[in-house]
Each structure stands twice: as structure tokens, then as C-alpha cells.
């Protein structure tokens, strides 16, 4: 089923993100988690990109064959409109037919000297469109783009890639809800009216967060500092109080009419099965 559907079908959709295995021998783990995830019946899963398109395909193809719509991640920025094109044509004889398109990190001292390679996740969506039989989403960034200094621009080339044909949008972790508003009121204003997706992160690693937010920009709000600062040496707690801290979070985006969350699982299915109990009664409606 195509995500744009599930979106546009559905009072509340709640669903996980997966990374596929850095090594072939690391399959069977990952399988065993898809089936864990599965289990808890969301309503898509994504798997990220890494490197190569090979492990992140056999990953998706895993989800389905759970019975649950796939998402697959596609990253172009070292990679030619050829070698996109023959990703394309794997995904779409696998049938799985949603991709989250995605620029990707530009490695240290790249240049661009061919025109058959990507600037701009919008080029990468544009070559998807032209093709008949996916549904494509885009990730935005409430806090802006970590590479864009001005939060105008930003949203300026957000529009460009909806206007290349993304028909959804996923966001960037957050840990301030009042952000997502903020940024919800400022894409509409420029004509972004595309499902948005909010992408929660349980933090169950207080030294793991802080770095990963010093490489994406993401700001944590006093409130949810001190939470890291007494827990982190206290697994179980931290644990508990980042399962705490995420399900508020849906709760609360959830009253404000938000009817769309990722959670970024890690690949911990209890991590996400404890929120989706939290909110049991929430998401029967």
C-alpha cells in the first residue's frame, strides 16, 4: 500500500524506522528484529540507507514479507542518474513501491563535476516521479537544515522538493513540540499542505543523544537536559524516563491534531512496543 494512501486514510498512523545490517553475517539479527517489529502492527516501517542499496532492499522486502508496507530509504549524493535509475528498477521488481528520498551527506572534499550527479534531494525526487508506480516522501528539518543558516532558505527548498512531487514529508528528531508547531504555521504559509510526519526518538542513552545532536542541529530543551543530565549513568532509568518523555511527546502532538508519527526505534522493538502500549487507548480513537 502506498504511504500517501495510508496517510490520507487513517485518523492516527503510527510507524518505526529500522536501519538494515552494516555486515552481510548481521542479516539474521536484523530479520529476527523486523519480526519483533511487526509484531506490533504499525502501520509502515522504514529501513535507512547505508552505502549500498543492497541490504537496505532485503530489508524492505522482509518488512512486507511480514505483512507491513515498507518504506526504503534512498540517498543519491555519490551516486550517478544511472546508477539511481538501476536502484529503481530493483525496487520496483521487489514491489516495493514507497522511498524516502534523500540527498545524504556530502563526503569531506567532494565536488560535483558531472552533470549525470545530485546536488539537491529535489533532483533525486524529481527522477522518481518520472517513473510510474512509487509514492515519495522527504525529510524536513523543524529546527532547519544544519547546513542552511538562514531558516527561510530552508523552507525554500523544502517547497522545491514538494513541488518536485513528494507526496510526504518526515521530520527531523525533536524534543520541543512548541518547534514542530512553529514550523507546521511556517511551510503552510508558503503553500507546503503534504501530510508531515513527526519523528520522535526515545532517548534511552544520554552520551548517544548528546552526540547525535551536536551532528544534526537538534536542540534539547532544559526540561528534557536535566532528564539526561540525572539519568545517564542510570540505564534503567534513562530508559524509562526516555519512554516517559517520548510518549508525552505523542500524546501531546497527537491533542494538538498532529495524526502522524515515526518513531526512530534504533532497532529496539521493546522500546517502540512500550510507547505503542502507552498509547493504546489513544490510538483506538
Same mark, same amino acid.
Given at each position: 500500500m502506498k504511504i500517501c494512501d495510508i496517510l490520507?486514510?487513517?485518523? *492516527?498512523?503510527v510507524s518505526c524506522e529500522l536501519f538494515p545490517p552494516r555486515k552481510d553475517a548481521e542479516i539474521v539479527r536484523v530479520h529476527e528484529t523486523v519480526q519483533r517489529m511487526?509484531? #506490533?502492527? /504499525? =502501520? !509502515?516501517?522504514? $529501513?535507512?540507507?547505508?552505502k549500498s542499496p543492497d541490504n537496505t532492499v532485503k530489508v524492505a522486502e522482509d518488512?512486507?514479507?511480514?505483512? $507491513?508496507?515498507?518504506?526504503?530509504?534512498l540517498t543519491c549524493v555519490t551516486s550517478t542518474r544511472e546508477d539511481i535509475g538501476r536502484v529503481l528498477d530493483g525496487l520496483h521488481a521487489k514491489h516495493i513501491e514507497n522511498i524516502l528520498a534523500l540527498r545524504g551527506d556530502i563526503p569531506e572534499?567532494?565536488? @560535483?563535476?558531472? /552533470?549525470?550527479? !545530485?546536488?539537491?534531494?529535489?533532483?533525486?525526487?524529481?527522477q522518481i516521479r518520472e517513473r510510474d508506480g512509487f509514492c515519495v516522501g522527504g525529510a524536513c528539518y523543524p529546527e532547519g537544515h544544519v547546513e542552511c543558516r538562514h531558516k527561510e532558505d530552508d523552507v525554500n527548498y523544502l517547497?522545491?522538493? %514538494? =513541488?518536485?512531487?513528494?507526496? @510526504?514529508? *518526515?521530520?527531523?528528531? @525533536? @524534543? =520541543?513540540?512548541n518547534i514542530l508547531y512553529n514550523f507546521l504555521y511556517r511551510i503552510l504559509a508558503k503553500g *507546503?499542505? %503534504?501530510? $508531515?510526519?513527526?519523528? *520522535?526518538?526515545? $532517548?534511552t542513552n544520554g552520551k548517544q543523544i548528546r552526540r547525535i545532536c551536536?551532528?544534526?542541529?537538534?536542540? #534539547? /530543551?532544559?526540561?528534557f537536559r536535566a532528564i539526561v543530565d540525572k539519568f545517564e549513568d542510570k540505564p534503567e532509568a534513562m530508559r524509562q524516563a526516555g519512554i516517559a518523555y517520548a510518549t508525552e511527546q505523542i500524546i501531546d502532538l497527537i491533542a494538538n491534531g498532529v495524526r502522524a508519527v515515526h518513531i526512530y526505534t534504533m532497532n529496539? /522493538?521493546?522500546i517502540a512496543g512500550q510507547i505503542i502500549k502507552n498509547l493504546s487507548a489513544i490510538l483506538r480513537g
Open positions: 490520507n486514510s487513517r485518523k *492516527i498512523v511487526a509484531m #506490533l502492527r /504499525p =502501520d !509502515y516501517m522504514s $529501513v535507512t540507507y547505508h518488512i512486507q514479507a511480514n505483512g $507491513v508496507t515498507a518504506l526504503a530509504h572534499g567532494a565536488a @560535483f563535476p558531472s /552533470p549525470r550527479q !545530485y546536488r539537491y534531494a529535489s533532483e533525486l525526487i524529481r517547497k522545491q522538493k %514538494v =513541488d518536485a512531487g513528494c507526496s @510526504f514529508l *518526515i521530520t527531523q528528531m @525533536f @524534543f =520541543d513540540n *507546503i499542505e %503534504v501530510p $508531515v510526519v513527526a519523528g *520522535i526518538m526515545p $532517548v551536536a551532528l544534526s542541529g537538534t536542540q #534539547l /530543551p532544559q526540561r529496539k /522493538p521493546e
